[in-house]
C-alpha cells in the first residue's frame, strides 16, 4: 500500500539544491519553488524550497534513509560555497570506507 511520507530537511537553497541533485545523480524539473525529483529512489519526491520539506511516496522507495546521500552533498556544497565566499577552494575530495566525505581544503 502506497503512503505519503514527508521529510522535513534544511534544503531550502535552490542553488545548492540543484548541485546537489545533480551531484547525487538525480535528474529533476523544477517549477517554482519546487523540485521534483524524476529518477532514482527519491523519484516524484517534491523538495519544497520555501519549507524544506520533502514530500514523497513510499511505493517509489521514499523512506528518510534514502536522503542520506542527497543530504550529505547539500551539505557539501554549502560548504564549498561557504569556503569560495572567505577566499578557500577545496583541494582533494576522498570518501572513506564508511561514505563520509573528507574535503581538504586551502584559503588563498
Not at 29 to 40: P, V
Not at 43 to 56: E, F, K, P, S, Y
Not at 68 to 86: H, P, V, W
Request: glycine share 10%; hydrophobic share 35%.
Amino acid at each position: 500500500m502506497s503512503h505519503r511520507v514527508t521529510t522535513k530537511t534544511e534544503i531550502t537553497d535552490k542553488e545548492l539544491a540543484t548541485a546537489a541533485l545533480k551531484q547525487a545523480g538525480f535528474t529533476f524539473d523544477e517549477r517554482g519553488t519546487t523540485l521534483t525529483i524524476t529518477s532514482g529512489e527519491l523519484r516524484n519526491a517534491a523538495i519544497n524550497l520555501q519549507t524544506g520539506d520533502v514530500t514523497g511516496d513510499s511505493d517509489y522507495g521514499h523512506r528518510a534513509s534514502a536522503f542520506g546521500a542527497l543530504r550529505q552533498f547539500y551539505s557539501e556544497q554549502k560548504y564549498k560555497r561557504e569556503l569560495a565566499r572567505n577566499g578557500g577552494y577545496v583541494e582533494s575530495r576522498n570518501v572513506d570506507k564508511e561514505g563520509n566525505i573528507i574535503l581538504m581544503a586551502a584559503i588563498s
